[in-house]
């Protein structure tokens, strides 16, 4: 635990993980403190992580590319992108119970993620509810409306993929981002 806790706030230190941080703290503090939030650490998700370190990937992937889309003069809704991002799969938390299959659960997830987020953030937004309902775009056919929806099937497909090849010998370098993000709320250098 000692060398986990070094490790992350090792990570801590890179301006672009504290930039990050910060944003999720800013933006996503009503989430990442809620009981929810901490069940999806419990929940298997894409064979070798949890719902919670696909969430923060998630996030994270999300944030590093609206940081470099800034650098092009594009402004996007970084608070939409946080919230979107962390909200977007919590309707996967008790799947065995709550869904049939994995098609209806593929299906009917954002729905339930939108309910949730709801009860999250009460003052959630029309668009970061979008981001969150048509974040399986193109697998389930609700199109985003926004380019933050965009982004959002981006980070998604993008951290999904890398999940599925990751291997267990090598957990720290392949979930760097995540495991500095979790270590920080472990360890409660996130306000
Ligand atoms: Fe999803
Ligand atoms: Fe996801």
Redesign the pocket.
Known sequence: MILMTAYFKKQMDKESNRRIAADISAYGKEVIDSELFRKAFAQKHHTNTTVGEHTLNVTAAALRMCYALEKTGLRLDKRAVTIGALC??L??IGRYEKFENNRIC?RL??ID?VRISRKLVPEIDHKTEEIIRC??WPLNGWMPTSAEGYLITVA?KYSSIRELLYRPALPLLRHETAGMILGALVCGAVG
């Open positions: 977007h799969d309707g996967i593929c997830h954002p993620s974040h399986m998604d």
